[in-house]
Structure formats: C-alpha cells, structure tokens
C-alpha cells in the first residue's frame, strides 16, 4: 500500500528554521514526482514545491529562496528545509505522491502542522 | 502562474438537489484539471481527474465536464454526506494551483 506520514512541525518564532519530513513506504520517493502542498488553518490549498524523478526541483514565488526540497532514497523520505519563516507560512504541510495515468495524486499525507508565532 | 477561479465561493442546497460548480482557469490547460471533495479535518479526496473521469470508489452521481478553460463539476443528486468544500486544481504545470473552493452547505 502506497502511504506517506509527515513528521516534524511544530511552533517557531517567525525568522527561525525548521525541517519537515515524510516517510514513505509502498514506493520510492527517488523515482516518483513528489510534492509538499499546504494548508492554512481555514484557507485553501497551497502548492509549495516539487521534486523529480530526476532530481529536478521547484518551489513556489511565496517560499523560493527561503525553502528546500530534499529526499533520501537510503531513507526513502521527502524533506522540506524551511528557513527564515513568516507567520504566514503557518500551515499544515502535507506530503503529495503525484499520480500516474492522469491522475494528480497516488497518495496525499495526513501532514503536519507548522505554526509561526513569537 | 495559471489563475484557477471558482464559483460560487458558497452554495446553499438541499438533499436530493442537482448542484453544479464551476472552475475557470487564466490559461488553457487542455483536460488535467481535479476536484476534490474536502471534510473538516480531513485530506482533500479526488473525485474526478483528467476533467471528467471519475475516481475509483467515487459514487457515480458525481460527474466533471469541460475542457481548456472552462470545468464543470455536477453532483446529479446531493447526499447528506456531500456537504464538504470542493476544489478544482490544474496539474498541466508542476506548480499546481487549487481553485479558491467551494462550500456547499444546507
């Protein structure tokens, strides 16, 4: 069974640093096109950033400079670096497994709550 | 970035009521166009991919049409359990971006 579980939120002052991760199991992280997507307490769905099969990544204008995408095949997770955060980067992260045959999405994460308050 | 722009925002229906959701995207986007159906609490659920292909296990009284730029999604007739909030989301690009949502409440 395809599954992936986020882990690592929490609250931070704004301007700190703070790493997310997603454990996969079902699949490799290193050969699929994963995503982290998030959500503000109340509000819509945000995507953030993406890696490729190949390695490329991508973030979105809101977080490029500041957030990194990483994965570790040996460890088969996905991370998000998240550096000099702003209270509105406050969300719940989650862990998107892109689809295959059309589809957007295999799996999407539970995702963890990340909060940005001094 | 492509604009993915919904409406209503909120729709107010009655069970047994045929309800119908709009999705307009800034750009063309051919067919990859989602919905998923959100609950309190929990992760968005894809109901219909590809435009207009229904997702496994989704009741077949939901339905997506449209192509380009303009998306329809229809629930033929709304069941207690469909009060949620649905958005359209376009996957043409790798920066995915979500409609708004809409709420579809009694």
């Known amino acids: 069974e395809v599954q992936v579980v986020e882990s690592g939120g929490g609250l931070i002052q704004p301007g700190g640093s703070l790493r997310v991760s997603c454990a996969a199991s079902g699949f490799s992280v290193s050969s699929s096109y994963m995503s982290w997507v998030r959500q503000a307490p109340g509000k819509g769905l945000e995507w953030v950033s993406v890696i490729y099969s190949g390695g490329s990544t991508f973030y979105a204008d809101s977080v490029k400079g500041r957030f990194i995408i990483s994965r570790d095949s040996s460890k088969n997770t996905l991370s998000l670096q998240m550096n000099s955060l702003r209270e509105e980067d406050a969300a719940v992260y989650h862990c998107v497994k892109a689809g295959g045959s059309g589809r957007p999405v295999d799996s999407w994460g539970q995702g963890t709550l990340v909060t940005v308050s001094s | 970035e492509i604009q993915m722009t919904q409406s209503p925002s909120t729709l107010s229906a009655s069970v047994g009521d045929r309800v119908t959701i709009t999705c307009r995207a800034s750009q063309s986007i051919s067919s990859w166009l989602a919905w998923y159906q959100q609950k309190p609490g929990k992760v968005p659920k894809v109901l219909i991919y590809?435009?207009?292909n229904l997702e496994s296990g989704v009741p077949s009284r939901f339905s997506g049409s449209g192509s380009g730029t303009e998306f329809t999604l229809t629930i033929s007739s709304l069941q207690p359990d469909d009060f949620a909030i649905y958005y359209c989301q376009q996957y043409i690009t790798y920066s995915w971006t979500f409609g708004q949502g809409t709420k579809v409440e009694i």
């Open positions: 590809k435009a207009s």
